[in-house]
C-alpha cells in the first residue's frame, strides 16, 4: 500500500509480524497459540535446544557429583546446576507469551520458579562459605566469576520484584516500572550467559580436574545450545529494538 508521497507503507498486520518475531527463527513457532497449554512453551519451537543443552549440563554435574562420596561442598554445584536449570526453564515459559492473559500468567509462573531458583543459588553461596571456613577465597577465575555471578542475581531478581510488584511505591509509578521491563529482560538474558561461563570456568578448578573429571568440552556444547536455544526465541520488540 501506497501513501499520498509514493512511498510504500507496510500494514498493521505486517508491522505486528515483524514486532513479534523472534531474533532468529520464524514468527509461528514462537508465539504461543490460544489453545496451547502454558507448559508447552518450555519446548516448541527451539526451546527444545535449550533444554537438551541445560540439561547436559545438569546431568554432567550431578552424575560427577552422585558417583563420589557426598560432603559439604557437594551441595554448592548441585544447588548450583539446579538453580540455573530452573533460569532456563522461567525465560522458556514466558517468551512466546502474546496476549494479556498469557502474559499474566507466563509472568506469575516466572517469578515462582525463580524464586526457587534465587533460593537455590542463595543456599549454595552459603554453603561454600561455610565449606571455605578459614580458607583463602577468590583464588581462581571459577571463585571471582561466582561472586559477580551471586550478586547479578540478587540485583536481578530484586529489580523484577519491584518494577513488577510494588512499582508504586518504590518507583513511583506503574508506568515507570513497565519502562523497566526491556532493561529487565536484557540483563536477564546478559545474567544467564554469565552463568553458564561460570560453569565452564568450575571445570577448570583444582577440585573438578582432580575428582569430578566434568569435560570443560561438553560443557560447552551444553551452553552454545542453551545459548541457542534461548537466543532464538527473543522478541526484537520487548528488547526495545
Do not use: C
Not at 191 to 202: G, I, S
Amino acid at each position: 500500500m501506497a501513501s499520498a508521497t509514493g512511498i510504500p507503507q507496510e500494514h498493521p498486520q505486517t508491522i505486528e509480524a515483524r514486532e513479534d518475531e523472534p531474533l532468529l527463527g520464524r514468527r509461528g513457532d514462537v508465539v504461543q497459540r490460544e489453545s496451547d497449554y502454558i507448559l508447552y512453551n518450555l519446548f516448541t519451537g527451539t526451546a527444545s535446544l535449550a533444554q537438551f543443552g541445560i540439561w547436559i549440563i545438569a546431568i554432567l554435574v550431578w552424575s560427577g557429583i552422585f558417583s563420589h562420596e557426598l560432603m559439604l561442598f557437594s551441595a554448592h554445584p548441585l544447588l548450583n546446576s539446579f538453580g540455573l536449570l530452573l533460569q532456563v526453564q522461567a525465560a522458556l515459559i514466558l517468551q512466546p507469551t502474546v496476549t494479556p492473559q498469557q502474559k499474566l500468567k507466563g509472568t506469575r509462573i516466572h517469578y515462582a520458579i525463580q524464586a526457587v531458583s534465587v533460593a537455590a543459588f542463595i543456599t549454595a553461596l552459603i554453603v561454600i562459605e561455610v565449606n571455605k571456613g578459614n580458607h583463602q577465597r577468590f583464588t581462581s577465575p571459577h571463585g571471582v566469576m561466582g561472586l559477580v555471578t551471586y550478586i547479578l542475581i540478587i540485583v536481578q531478581a530484586t529489580g523484577g520484584v519491584i518494577q513488577y510488584f510494588i512499582p508504586v511505591k518504590v518507583l513511583g509509578s506503574e508506568d515507570n516500572g513497565k519502562r523497566l521491563y526491556k532493561y529487565h529482560r536484557l540483563s536477564g538474558y546478559v545474567l544467564l550467559v554469565l552463568e553458564l561461563a561460570t560453569v565452564a570456568a568450575a571445570t577448570r578448578t583444582t577440585f573438578n580436574l582432580a575428582v569430578l573429571a566434568i569435560p570443560l568440552w561438553a560443557v560447552i556444547v551444553g551452553a552454545v545450545l542453551v545459548i541457542s536455544g534461548v537466543g532464538s526465541r527473543v522478541k526484537k520488540h520487548k528488547l526495545g529494538l
